[in-house]
């Protein structure tokens, strides 16, 4: 049974949770599509007004990703604000969190106690969108109370399964199993639903397949709702295949690389094709962005605004664009460099660099720009076209400066001495290795956000062990003993299972660590304790840790191999039946600062990870 509601009228928040809970309440896919399709078309019928706000809350976002506001309240400030308007005892509340592990559900169950003298009225969905953005909004003096203030106002006005949801969202996770992916196929099929039921099944299904593939590709090159929803509903999807292009000032999700293990492999992979290797800088990821009226921008991975961080290389951009070059986006690594030995410094150096708000008469660490593809240039996406061509107008738009910005070293490499020889000469000029790219035809269009085969990676570590490092997420940690008593003195690490939104354990580790490293981990963590392991980390009590924390931070980490255990549950059911997959003598590498604890490491990856360990036995020499 949905929640119904008239035309014209706002959508009642009851009906989104609603939706919710049917969703939370199966794991198929197809059903899961189904009900959101539904409310979907409801909304767009009945209140197309609201339904920008309505997509917001599917994502528990308030902005577009790029803009970088998050909700995420604190877990004490929920805890009050729950007791508050509850007339329970805050101890009472956290208590029945640590039973239940879910503070939405204690929020839904402590609900009735509380004798209220006015019933407020019900919910809609913008009154609850609205205070979610002033909440992400509030900061700077008495904000805790302020906070809470909105907190309590939204919970009184709460009924039914509604406090539930609100508290989810308020701590910036829905948990539902709904994924972004079928939040954009169901946009897409709530716009070309077709009410009066005209078409054939068979049409239907072929129309809605390819206008979410549309709705999909606008959504990769222009991650906004802000932009795509209002174009959807006036010009429909047709009209959004010609009016939703890349266009600087608006980052692009970038794309990424697969991991290879030898120079064979990547041979069997670009068979076929014309490739190029260039050399795999290891520094950060950025996006430099140049609008039509001059203005310069720099996204990082995360396509976090990180122009602040970079003031050195905005102000340097004046020369290296050309004079015709009105409009750029360029993907480029910024890396440590130093001017007096013109030499390439490892990333740890250009880590210790300030994040925000940079003021260049600091500047300690020197950066160089490289610069490796086009996305868009004067007016026009290039993301369609082939490589070759995208490096051509790259090469022709820009001019390197000494020092300061230049092209990735590139060799269209075509058998394995020729590959060796560069890889050799990349770790001699302090690169991590090369990445390999198809240069021309289809494959070698730039393909935003995903991790395409068309990209490969071939580093150093790559060549003996494991092969890639794993990115993973702190969920717990045991005390220390002896030299560690007043630090944690080993940790629970896991991977994220997209589909399903969980983190599954992985191992243990408790190697890699400075003494200074393992206070700065303690000092951090330490505000990031929990009463209670989350419901959506997957465990096995085999592997307890003493404390538990809020997936908060991400960390690079190697291994020597991965192995079937009964303990931990990485990648569970994908190649064991029961069982999950874990790493053998895991190694801290360092904080992935910018990872979110949702771009770890995926459960797939590490099942093809494990799997990729007995198909590549052949060893290439160095
Ligand atoms: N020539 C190049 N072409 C493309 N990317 C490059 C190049 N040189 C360096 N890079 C960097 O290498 C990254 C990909 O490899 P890396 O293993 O460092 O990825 P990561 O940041 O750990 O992310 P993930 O492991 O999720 O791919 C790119 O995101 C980019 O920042
Ligand atoms: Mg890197
Ligand atoms: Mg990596």
């Known amino acids: 049974m949905s929640v119904d509601w008239k035309d014209n009228e706002p959508v009642p928040y009851a009906a989104l949770c609603k939706t919710f809970e049917t969703i939370e309440s199966t794991t198929k896919r197809l059903e899961i599509q189904k009900h959101l399709t539904s409310l979907f078309t409801r909304v767009v019928e009945k209140n197309p007004e609201d339904f920008l706000t309505?997509?917001?809350?599917?994502?528990?976002?308030?902005?577009?990703?790029?803009?970088?506001?998050?909700?995420?309240?604190?877990?004490?400030?929920?805890?009050?604000?729950?007791?508050?308007?509850?007339?329970?005892?805050?101890?009472?509340?956290?208590?029945?969190?640590?039973?239940?592990?879910?503070?939405?559900?204690?929020?839904?169950?402590?609900?009735?106690?509380?004798?209220?003298?006015?019933?407020?009225?019900?919910?809609?969905?913008?009154?609850?969108?609205?205070?979610?953005?002033?909440?992400?909004?509030?900061?700077?003096?008495?904000?805790?109370?302020?906070?809470?203030?909105?907190?309590?106002?939204?919970?009184?006005?709460?009924?039914?399964?509604?406090?539930?949801?609100?508290?989810?969202?308020?701590?910036?996770?829905?948990?539902?199993?709904?994924?972004?992916?079928?939040?954009?196929?169901?946009?897409?099929?709530?716009?070309?639903?077709?009410?009066?039921?005209?078409?054939?099944?068979?049409?239907?299904?072929?129309?809605?397949?390819?206008?979410?593939?549309?709705?999909?590709?606008?959504?990769?090159?222009?991650?906004?709702?802000?932009?795509?929803?209002?174009?959807?509903?006036?010009?429909?999807?047709?009209?959004?295949?010609?009016?939703?292009?890349?266009?600087?000032?608006?980052?692009?999700?970038?794309?990424?690389?697969?991991?290879?293990?030898?120079?064979?492999?990547?041979?069997?992979?670009?068979?076929?094709?014309?490739?190029?290797?260039?050399?795999?800088?290891?520094?950060?990821?950025?996006q430099v962005h140049m609008l039509e009226d001059g203005t310069l921008k720099i996204y990082s991975r995360n396509l976090e605004d990180s122009s602040t961080k970079f003031p050195d290389i905005i102000e340097r951009m004046s020369q290296i664009v050309k004079p015709d070059t009105k409009s750029f986006v360029l993907d480029c690594e910024v890396v440590a460099w130093d001017p007096e030995k013109e030499c390439l410094l490892p990333f740890q150096i250009l880590s210790t660099r300030k994040r925000k708000d940079v003021k260049e008469k600091d500047i300690k660490v020197i950066v160089c720009l490289f610069a490796f593809d086009l996305l868009y240039l004067n007016g026009e996406s290039f993301l369609k076209k082939p490589l070759e061509e995208r490096r051509q107008h790259l090469i022709n738009a820009f001019q390197e400066v000494d020092n300061k910005f230049s092209f990735v070293r590139h060799m269209n490499a075509t058998n394995t001495e020729e590959i060796q020889t560069f890889l050799d000469e990349s770790f001699k000029c302090n690169c991590e290795g090369l990445m390999i790219k198809v240069l021309d035809g289809q494959e070698s269009t730039y393909e935003p956000s995903k991790r395409s085969r068309n990209w490969l990676k071939l580093k150093k570590d790559y060549l003996s062990g494991v092969g890639d490092s794993l990115d993973l997420v702190v969920i717990g940690a045991h005390l220390g003993r002896g030299k560690r008593t007043n630090v944690y003195g080993a940790f629970l690490l896991a991977c994220y299972n997209p589909e399903e939104e969980k983190y599954q354990t992985i191992c243990k580790i408790g190697t890699g660590f400075s003494d200074v490293s393992l206070e700065n981990h303690f000092k951090f963590l330490k505000e990031h304790e929990i009463s209670a392991p989350r419901n959506y980390y997957d465990y096995d009590k085999g592997a307890n840790p003493d404390v538990w924390f809020e997936p908060v931070q991400v960390w690079e980490v190697k291994a020597a191999d991965l192995s079937i255990s009964p303990i931990y549950k990485a990648a569970v059911g994908m190649v064991d039946h029961n069982k999950g997959v874990s790493l053998r003598f895991p190694r801290f590498i360092q904080v992935r600062e910018d990872k979110k604890a949702e771009d770890a490491t995926t459960c797939e990856q590490v099942a093809e990870m494990y799997r990729s360990q007995f198909n590549n036995s052949e060893n290439m020499q160095l």
């Open 54 to 286: 309505v997509i917001y809350l599917c994502l528990n976002r308030v902005c577009p990703e790029y803009e970088n506001h998050e909700l995420g309240v604190g877990e004490s400030l929920l805890i009050k604000s729950i007791a508050e308007t509850t007339g329970r005892k805050p101890a009472k509340v956290k208590e029945e969190l640590s039973k239940w592990g879910d503070l939405g559900k204690v929020a839904k169950d402590s609900k009735t106690t509380q004798p209220t003298l006015f019933v407020p009225k019900p919910l809609t969905v913008k009154v609850v969108f609205d205070k979610m953005k002033i909440i992400a909004g509030i900061s700077g003096h008495d904000s805790q109370e302020r906070k809470v203030r909105e907190i309590k106002f939204l919970l009184t006005a709460c009924r039914g399964k509604e406090a539930k949801y609100l508290i989810r969202s308020l701590e910036g996770k829905l948990r539902i199993g709904l994924a972004e992916q079928t939040v954009l196929t169901s946009l897409a099929q709530s716009i070309v639903k077709d009410p009066a039921q005209k078409l054939s099944r068979a049409k239907e299904t072929e129309e809605s397949t390819e206008a979410s593939e549309i709705v999909k590709s606008a959504y990769s090159e222009v991650p906004s709702y802000d932009i795509i929803v209002p174009i959807l509903l006036k010009y429909g999807v047709k009209g959004l295949e010609e009016r939703c292009k890349l266009k600087p000032g608006i980052p692009v999700k970038p794309m990424l690389a697969h991991p290879t293990k030898s120079i064979t492999e990547v041979l069997d992979r670009v068979e076929g094709h014309k490739f190029t290797c260039e050399f795999k800088y290891d520094g950060e990821r950025a």
